[in-house]
């Protein structure tokens, strides 16, 4: 069977779960971190929002580490994700949408995009 990122991951996550995996700004985000934060965000996902595996998600958040484990969030449930680049706007970024076949956008409050 094919190996996917999610394996990787996990797999790390299990060897070396306080070995560093990110650092943004002044702060360090372990395996262990990560697993836990995509947990909880696969978990409200599913239970609040009612995502099933296959639905396709549309993710227009800045490169911060939320981004990151809303990705693993997403793969842990069997969902694409449809990476759109937070600095589009007005007709690239509907056009983005309509392509994507999103069920569910996430974006964070600071990522209002007009549709012009």
Not at 7 to 34: C, G, K, N, S, W
Not at 38 to 49: D, E, F, G, H, I
Not at 80 to 101: D, F, S, T
Request: aromatic letters at 8%; hydrophobic letters at 45%; a positive charge.
């Amino acid at each position: 069977p094919a190996v996917t990122l999610l394996d990787v991951f996990q797999l790390h996550a299990r060897r070396r779960p306080r070995q560093p995996l990110l650092l943004f700004q002044d702060e360090i985000y372990t395996y262990e971190d990560m697993d836990r934060r995509s947990n909880r965000a696969a978990w409200a996902l599913s239970r609040r929002l009612g995502l099933q595996s296959g639905s396709t998600v549309a993710v227009f958040l800045p490169n911060e580490p939320t981004y990151v484990w809303t990705w693993l969030a997403l793969a842990k449930l069997g969902c694409p994700m449809a990476c759109l680049n937070c600095n589009v706007r007005g007709r690239a970024l509907r056009h983005a949408l309509e392509a994507a076949q999103a069920t569910l956008v996430l974006a964070s409050p600071g990522e209002r995009g007009t549709m012009g």
